[in-house]
T-cell receptor
Framework: GAGVSQTPSNKVTEKGKYVELRCDPISGHTALYWYRQSLGQGPEFLIYFQGTGAADDSGLPNDRFFAVRPEGSVSTLKIQRTERGDSAVYLC????????????FGEGSRLTVL | AQSVTQPDIHITVSEGASLELRCNYSYGATPYLFWYVQSPGQGLQLLLKYFSGDTLVQGIKGFEAEFKRSQSSFNLRKPSVHWSDAAEYFCAVGGDFGNEKLTFGTGTRLTIIP
């Protein structure tokens, strides 16, 4: 596709459930990022992939959060035992190369934990 | 630690009037600075960036920003706003070699009145 695609666009789940959010980056982009945006806040860094490996996961809030990118393209953000505080918009971005700050963002996946 | 402050949560401007959105940053080294725009139903889009060199940088959609090291500022300007400029604007720092993560400010919401 032409841009970064994220699915689902909206996810409502119950506290304690497991959630997966998918990101399809722009073809040929080697760098992939996950950010989280809470209401009234700017995006907050979660994790960065260069190829298949997580180059920097320092933003993941705790061990309930995990992300993979097994073939260096599509990435999945996984959240276990969801809590109400996990409710936010999860943004994915990709970049043609690292260290440029030129990120192309998807529209996000809005997660609501009841 | 790097940080960004956008002191104005919400700004209202008349169509055709000039615009300045403020951004102050904190960063240990020479900063890489960015402005992103988030329109409803769209992903964040890069407006412009500063890496080095000329402190006045031009971006897309007629926007420009000026880096002032002495004031730790990177304010965004536009001489004449259009109704389509109504959006949320985010200043960010980072994204340079060895620091892939961007730190965003909390954003400034821009409203345009006819």
């Amino acid at each position: 596709g032409a841009g970064v695609s994220q699915t689902p666009s909206n996810k409502v789940t119950e506290k304690g459930k497991y959630v997966e959010l998918r990101c399809d980056p722009i073809s040929g982009h080697t760098a992939l990022y996950w950010y989280r945006q809470s209401l009234g806040q700017g995006p907050e860094f979660l994790i960065y992939f260069q190829g298949t490996g997580a180059a920097d996961d320092s933003g993941l809030p705790n061990d309930r959060f995990f992300a993979v990118r097994p073939e260096g393209s599509v990435s999945t953000l996984k959240i276990q035992r969801t809590e109400r505080g996990d409710s936010a918009v999860y943004l994915c971005a990709s970049s043609k190369q690292s260290y440029t700050g030129e990120l192309f963002f998807g529209e996000g996946s809005r997660l609501t934990v009841l | 630690a790097q940080s960004v402050t956008q002191p104005d949560i919400h700004i209202t401007v008349s169509e055709g009037a000039s615009l300045e959105l403020r951004c102050n940053y904190s960063y240990g080294a020479t900063p890489y600075l960015f402005w992103y725009v988030q329109s409803p139903g769209q992903g964040l889009q890069l407006l412009l960036k500063y890496f080095s060199g000329d402190t006045l940088v031009q971006g897309i959609k007629g926007f420009e920003a000026e880096f002032k090291r002495s004031q730790s500022s990177f304010n965004l300007r536009k001489p004449s706003v259009h109704w389509s400029d109504a959006a949320e604007y985010f200043c960010a720092v980072g994204g340079d070699f060895g620091n892939e993560k961007l730190t965003f400010g909390t954003g400034t919401r821009l409203t345009i009145i006819p």
